[in-house]
Each structure stands twice: as structure tokens, then as C-alpha cells.
């Protein structure tokens, strides 16, 4: 199975990833993660990126799509992936469309966590407090949210139209968003 997990800044994306993953069996392939991977790695690419990440704005679509390229072909090729992250503006969503179109790892389901934006904020100052991310302090949370509103949001429609969105309420419980998600994918208790 080939998924998107898609939602704004706290939605519970990186929560609902590492259970998705462990129940079906697929990568997780985190553009987040990675590109703080590089920050801390020093590369030439973290070196890029790192003063868009510290202030919550994208960084640019080709840096991020040639990242992705060869985790999506290997998970693809190892049982499937779950992207959290990616795409993040219309140009990642239709470059990795044409790249996966091409290999024929196109993605089953585009997964939307809906959720209010002030819930977020209160929810990603608490996990500031917890584990201390560089962007999380209430103005570059407030910035994320607006760069997601404009930038990413438009993607709901994009995927509902190509007939693969599945929008869940993010502000339900942690097990019942789960089971929400597995339920929309045929995957729930219901279809066992
Ligand atoms: P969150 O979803 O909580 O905002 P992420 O870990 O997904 O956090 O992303 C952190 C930062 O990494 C973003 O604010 C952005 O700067 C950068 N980033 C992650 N994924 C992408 C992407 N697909 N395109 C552009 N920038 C990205």
C-alpha cells in the first residue's frame, strides 16, 4: 500500500505514521525528519535549508523532491510507503505524481487529518515543551499553520478529485483517528 498522510502543522501526523506503518506493514518516509537529518548532518543540503526550517517556511520543491526520489522508488520496491509531509504545494504533489506515474508506484490514498487551527497551536507548544524542535515557538507555529493554510490545504482538493482523498477528523482520539483511517482504507475491523 502507497499512502499520504496529509494535515496541518499538530494535526498528529508523525502519530498516526508510526501506527499506520507497524499495521501495514509500509516505510515511512518522513520529509521533516529527513531534512532535519541533514541540518544535523552538516550536508550541503541541510546548509540550504536549515534558515527556511528555523523560521517555518518551505523549503524549495526541487530540494525536497530530489530528496525523496530514491526512499520512495526502495519503499515502493520493498511493500510500500507512507509519505508524512510530502507533498506540501501543488508542484511537489504534481512532480511526485509524474516520477510515480512513470515507475507506477502511484499513491492508493491521499489521508487528510482535518483539524482547527487554535486546537493546533495549544497542542505544538506543548510538544515545544517536550521536545524542544527549533521551530517550535508561537510565532513560527503561527507562520506554519498560514504556510499550510495557503500552500498545502489546496491539496485536499487536488486529491479529491483524482478520486484519492480520505479525510479523517484529526481531533478525535489518538485510536479512533486510527481506526478511522484504517476503516476508510478497507483495512478496519469491519473488512477483516
Ligand atoms: P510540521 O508538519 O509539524 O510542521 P515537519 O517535520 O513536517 O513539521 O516539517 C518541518 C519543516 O520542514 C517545515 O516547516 C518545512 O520548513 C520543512 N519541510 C518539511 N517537508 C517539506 C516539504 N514537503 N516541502 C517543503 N518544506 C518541507
Not at 64 to 93: K, N, W
Not at 132 to 148: P, Q, S
Not at 157 to 162: G, N, Q, S
Amino acid at each position: 500500500m502507497r499512502l499520504l498522510l496529509l494535515g496541518p502543522p499538530g494535526s498528529g501526523k508523525g502519530t498516526q505514521a508510526d501506527r499506520l506503518v507497524e499495521i501495514l506493514g509500509v516505510r515511512h518516509i518522513s520529509s521533516g525528519d529527513l531534512l532535519r537529518a541533514e541540518v544535523e548532518a552538516g550536508t550541503p543540503c541541510g546548509r540550504a535549508v536549515s534558515s527556511a526550517m528555523e523560521s517555518g517556511e518551505l523549503v524549495p520543491d526541487d530540494v525536497v523532491i530530489e530528496m525523496l526520489r530514491q526512499p520512495i522508488l526502495d519503499a515502493s520496491a520493498a511493500g510500500g510507503y507512507l509519505l508524512d509531509g510530502f507533498p506540501r504545494t501543488l508542484a511537489q504533489a504534481e512532480s511526485a505524481a509524474a516520477m510515480a506515474r512513470e515507475e507506477g508506484v502511484l499513491a492508493d490514498a491521499a489521508v487528510f487529518l482535518a483539524a482547527e487551527p487554535d486546537l493546533l497551536v495549544r497542542r505544538l507548544l506543548a510538544r515545544a515543551e517536550e521536545l524542544g524542535r527549533a521551530d517550535d515557538n508561537e510565532t513560527t507555529i503561527r507562520h506554519r499553520i498560514e504556510v499550510y493554510n495557503e500552500k498545502t490545504e489546496p491539496l485536499r482538493k487536488y486529491y479529491a478529485e483524482r478520486g484519492i482523498l480520505l479525510e479523517v477528523d484529526g481531533l478525535q482520539t489518538v485510536d479512533q483517528v486510527t481506526a478511522d483511517i484504517l476503516d476508510g482504507l478497507g483495512r478496519g475491523p469491519a473488512h477483516a
